[in-house]
């Protein structure tokens, strides 16, 4: 039977627990006999708590509503019909949840001060609880195409922008700046970086969300970006062990199989988590993947002990902090029922459970699974060590709160947003540019059409990017205006951008995943018959100049947030220079054994 010791209050446990977290602090580097004594303050936390406390402390869990107390009504309404509670104050009281992870679409991210005090609920109400441990609030802040805190935080180029960029100290600086604001509003976990190698262009799930298709290339960009975040306080989380980058399937929404022989796993895939893991990273994320030839079993990564244990605890040596990608994704559902996949995963070697469908399922799974003995509650005290050391290094014990000041003094500093410009710069790819069309002079061709897809912002606080060309192309002094003709124009809407291109000088367009079928080849090559220049703009992936012809230049922007496309347009009008060099081949459309663009392939402007 379990007894639970008498609860200490919270100025107790802050004070006992100080000291632990301050040895933490230096992580790796602190002496043997340091982090033993470290363990032990922390093993006596977790031997204060009940099972049901444990079982909690493995949980990372959406939860509706901007405020810990008082969300609005249809966040509560939410909350009650998919959690059984109404507020986080509530979910951390009922389920002991060890993490919270945020989303723009919960309502959790409205702006930074908003989150700070939702930060600080959330604390508020873990430190109440009979045993007190401050919650690890996460978040997916990969900047680029995912992004969950918008303006006026510091948005910045995501991976395969800085991969265009090359360099080792903007990726590292571009974390830094990200870990230092989220740090600032309560944020102390981010997945990110991402660190697949996106070797297949039809990838529909990974993409620009990596930094490349070369191995070593990906492997450098992710130990900088490690370093940035860890040194900003902030806990990196590489993703999606084993490697995601070479899948046709989105896990979202199905199972896929990854056909690498353990050889190309190891060349291909590896080489970026080893370089993770040598620089210290804190914690890293499953894939709901099958590789038969890790795990001949076919379970996903996430759910397979050969995978967690067998490569990623005994053959990379890694002892940090495993947590799954969401439970509610169909890749990790489809082979076993909601009540087993977290058993299962703890089994595997999982310290960290990621917002499952639905939480009384998957904790009451848990804590019956001890209860019968299937797992036992020192394999529970063994993740929750993991994640009470990780909690301990970030300094939580010491100070789990954010403040007003800090949010004031860090996020979206004049600093920040000129270094996210600087860096951004640097990463925008000139591909085509035919008899040296570029750069744009507003004396030559002052009158702009800006056209194409208008996908929805990353974070909800930018774009459109029609929009957001033409104003930045306005500010550079051109007369530009903006035509959304969407990521499927109509015939109707192809005819309204034919019609409007009359009489102007240039149209530039902005292209999303151009595909075989997409009517985005037909809106090209009409502007193209109208005898006006066009300029293609890829506002996602590179690969859209394979599907297109007749245009004067092609730019590759790797995303649509606001910083990529007004770099973007610095160079189009030349008060920039294009210094991007593609970190993925751009393959032909007809013969993918032909590459149109080799890994590197970057024009620049006459000096």
């Known amino acids: 039977m379990h007894h639970r010791a008498p609860a200490p209050s919270r100025r107790t446990l802050l004070t006992v627990t100080a000291a632990a977290a301050a040895a933490a602090v230096t992580g790796a580097l602190a002496p043997a006999a340091h982090a033993e004594s470290n363990d032990l303050k922390l093993q006596r936390i977790i031997d204060r708590m009940s099972l049901e406390e444990k079982v909690g402390q493995l949980f990372v869990m959406r939860v509706y509503g901007h405020s810990a107390t008082a969300p609005d009504q249809a966040d509560i309404d939410a909350n009650l019909k998919e959690i059984g509670v109404r507020t986080a104050a509530e979910l951390v009281e009922r389920y002991h949840v060890g993490g919270v992870i945020y989303f723009s679409w919960a309502h959790n991210t409205r702006d930074p001060q908003q989150i700070a005090e939702l930060s600080n609920g959330i604390q508020q109400a873990a430190l109440a609880q009979p045993t007190p441990v401050p919650v690890l609030i996460s978040t997916d802040q990969e900047h680029g195409i995912v992004c969950r805190v918008g303006k006026p935080a510091t948005l910045l180029p995501g991976a395969m922008a800085l991969g265009a960029g090359g360099s080792h100290a903007d990726a590292r600086k571009a974390a830094q700046i990200a870990g230092e604001e989220l740090a600032a509003i309560g944020i102390r976990q981010n997945y990110a970086p991402v660190a697949d190698v996106n070797v297949n262009p039809a990838n529909p799930v990974i993409g620009v969300r990596s930094f490349g298709s070369d191995p070593q290339a990906v492997a450098g960009l992710v130990a900088a970006q490690v370093q940035g975040y860890q040194q900003a306080g902030i806990a990196a989380t590489s993703k999606h062990f084993p490697g995601h980058g070479d899948t046709a399937v989105d896990s979202h929404y199905g199972l896929p199989t990854i056909t690498h022989t353990r050889e190309q796993w190891a060349e291909l895939d590896a080489p970026p988590f080893r370089a993770a893991i040598d620089a210290g ?9 099958v590789v038969p030839a890790l795990d001949p079993s076919e379970d996903p990564a996430t759910l397979s002990r050969p995978i967690l244990t067998g490569i990623l605890r005994e053959q990379l040596g890694y002892d940090g902090v495993v947590v799954t990608d969401a439970l509610g994704m169909e890749g990790v559902r489809t082979k076993y029922g909601d009540a087993r996949v977290p058993v299962l995963a703890l089994k595997a070697g999982v310290d960290q459970l990621l917002n499952p469908p639905k939480l009384d399922v998957a904790w009451n799974a848990v804590l019956a699974a001890v209860r019968a003995g299937e797992l036992t509650e020192a394999r529970l005290d063994e993740s929750i060590l993991r994640i009470l050391r990780l909690k301990a290094k970030l300094g939580l014990f010491r100070q789990a709160y954010a403040t007003r000041a800090g949010v004031e003094r860090v996020v979206g500093t004049e600093s920040h947003l000129a270094h996210a410009d600087r860096i951004a710069e640097a990463t925008t790819t000139l591909l085509l540019n035919e008899d040296g069309f570029l750069p744009l002079s507003p004396s030559s061709h002052g009158s702009v059409l800006v056209v194409g897809a208008d996908p929805a912002s990353p974070s909800g606080t930018t774009g459109p990017p029609t929009t957001t ?21 109509t015939a109707a809407k192809i005819e309204e951008a034919v019609a409007a291109a009359a009489g102007k000088d240039v149209v530039v367009v902005g292209t999303y995943n151009v595909s075989a079928t997409s009517p985005q080849r037909t809106l090209v090559s009409r502007l193209v018959a109208t005898g006006v220049p066009v300029v293609t703009v890829s506002i996602r992936n590179p690969y859209d100049i394979a599907r297109l012809d007749g245009q004067r230049a092609t730019l590759a922007a790797y995303s649509w947030t606001d910083v990529e ?41 006459p000096v």
Do not use: C, N, W
Not at 281 to 288: C, G, W
Not at 477 to 487: R, Y
């Open 281 to 289: 990273i804190d914690s890293i994320m499953t894939a709901h993947i």
């Open 565 to 605: 496309l007004r770099a973007a347009v610095r160079v189009l009008a030349g008060r920039a220079r294009p210094r991007g060099r593609l970190p993925v081949p751009v393959q032909s459309a007809e013969d993918p054994a032909k590459v149109l663009y080799p890994v590197g392939y970057g024009l620049a402007y």
């Open 469 to 489: 060309l033409a104003t930045a192309l306005t500010e550079l002094g051109f007369t530009a205006t903006a035509l959304s003709t969407g990521i499927t124009p």
